[in-house]
């Protein structure tokens, strides 16, 4: 256990040195529900991406342990955000330890305590260091995978455990169905642990006339689950357009050939890979990745016929690994591109599936050396060792290398483009990043080949008319606005983005554009706050109080819109106004210094 808290600890260590990258703008520099204890309650009625995109991701326990990191590091420590995300991973590491273990003492009595231990600390060695995590690990936003995987690796855990000590069972079961329900609040794929218990308790014959009380446990749990996901507040995301079911089987042959090639060797690592079939730059190039994609799916058909016959020779000889298998293939089903996703391959999605196959090979090797009647030669033996050291120092070293990939947005996005990931999402957002830091003349060339590569994605020519707005070449962004404009989830977006061009480009009054933005998204708080800005710069500040007011009797949760209600009040000269609504936007965020000092100066007076 001992290597297994050193190993991880060394492998993640650098990555307390980066910052917040891609997704952790929204889900934590912008998320106004991480900001105070008060709002706990709050954040399990919303999904992720409060005012950024349409998602289906309900994660309030994410959400819940960004409360935690903002309460004692603030924005200003983001080493302080990846130590957490480190220590859920280890605590994730060692709750597979001990399930692994549980699960060989329960489905292998035969063999003896140490080799138990061994399977165990072995599999959860090599989980933990593997360098595939650090989309779950390393970035910030990816933690729901850690939490998922803590909960439910020590829910199964617990609940073998309440199983076999009769006398604790009843409190160590309570703790298993709460570490569940846990797991199934922090990622949707945590939905696959109460199910894999089910299995478990009709897999072992001892544990069968347990079901009669847990099946009514886990069908509650899942109830509650589901009340709490159905009433929450979300934006819907679009309907992807449906693969047709002859190539959802090629798609799901490359896809398993792609997460075994990147667990052997991890060496080119990126977030997401795409393995359909698409036009690229040339016609050169766009025959290669069809001549490569055919060879990934023959890899694939070969692999998933090993796979048949490995489950196959454990269902005869190895019942304990083919039980671990059957839960690798429950885990893994629906990120096999069998179902409908939004990528076809993402590493982080075999964060749990992994942890059962590697434990289904562990168990078959040793199953195997068990059954040996005379000892394995001292060459095989070295030789063994030497393959499993050297598999190991390849892992450790690629993940501590992996690290600095996420060390910025620059970084992550030129190393992602560096490692095959040159879609036109990264070269959007690099585009975003130059024009940032001043540099025009790449910010235009780089969007423009994203819309060479996707001229059908909106939300590319909408960034596009942004940055032309910038750049003040207004008929230019009117023209890529259009591209955008029809598309019903960036309706309201986009006019906003409309009446910012009108206005600054011939001197229209933006108010109608603004109120059918308004009308489109009511909750949006970016484009509510932009129409009480009009309306007080336009001189008309009672007309933008009664619109904030109106805002906050629906949304009470933003201190930003609080801060705005005192520094209207305290314009009109209403002193004891303006100290209530400061002291609500200082109980929304317990770092909100500015709003305390207002307090303070006023009450001085």
Known sequence: MVLIIAATLLVYWPALRNGFVWDDTALVLRDPLIRSWRLIPEG????LFLDATASAFYRPIQRLSFVFDYQLYGFDHPWGWHLTSILVHLGAALALFFLA???????????AAQARLEVAAVVAFFWAIHPLWTSAVTYVAGRADPLAAFFGFAGLALGVTGLRAPKRSRLIQLGAALALFLA??????????????????????????????????????????????????????????????????????????????LLVAPIHLRMERDIGTRPLDTPEATLRQARALEFLTLAGVLLGIGFAGWLW???????????????????????????????????????????????????????????????????????TGAALSAWALLLGIRGIHRQADWRDQRTF???????????????????????????????????????????????????????????RKFPEARQALAHAENSPLLAADALLLRAGIENAGSGQDPEALLRQAIELAPRNWGIRKKYIEYLHDSGRPQEALRELQGFLKNYSFRAESWKMLGQMFEEQHQPA???????????????DAESRSKIAAIGSH
């Open 184 to 261: 199934m609040l922090s990622k949707e794929s945590g939905l696959i642990f109460p199910l894999l218990w089910l299995l478990l308790l009709i897999w072992h014959k001892a544990f069968r006339r347990a079901l009669i009380w847990w099946l009514p446990i886990v069908l509650l749990l899942v109830a509650a689950y589901s009340a709490l996901r159905f009433t929450a507040e979300q934006t819907p995301p679009p309907v992807p357009p449906p693969t047709p079911a002859a190539i959802r089987p090629i798609l799901a042959a490359r896809a398993f050939a792609g997460y075994a090639g």
């Open 413 to 471: 996005i030129e190393r992602t483009i560096a490692e095959g990931g040159d879609s036109a999402r990264m070269l959007m957002n690099l585009g975003n990043v130059e024009l940032a830091e001043g540099n025009k003349d790449e910010a235009i060339a780089l969007y423009r080949v994203a819309l060479h590569r996707s001229p059908d994605q909106p939300v590319i020519w909408m960034g596009y008319a942004g940055v032309l707005m910038r750049l």
């Open 313 to 383: 020779y454990c269902f005869r000889r190895e019942t304990a690994a083919a039980g671990c298998l059957v839960a690798f293939v429950v885990a893994y089903l629906p990120i096999s591109n069998l179902l409908p996703l939004n990528a076809t391959i993402a590493e982080h999605w075999l964060y749990v599936p992994a942890a059962f196959l590697f434990l289904a090979l562990a168990i078959t090797v040793q199953g195997i050396l068990l059954r040996r009647n005379h000892p394995m030669p001292v060459s095989m033996k070295f030789a």
């Open 577 to 591: 106004l303006a100290v209530e609504a400061y002291r609500e936007a200082a109980a929304r965020d317990v770092r």
């Open 101 to 111: 273990e549980k699960l060989c003492a329960l489905l292998a009595e035969r063999w």
């Open 44 to 47: 399990f009625h919303h999904f």
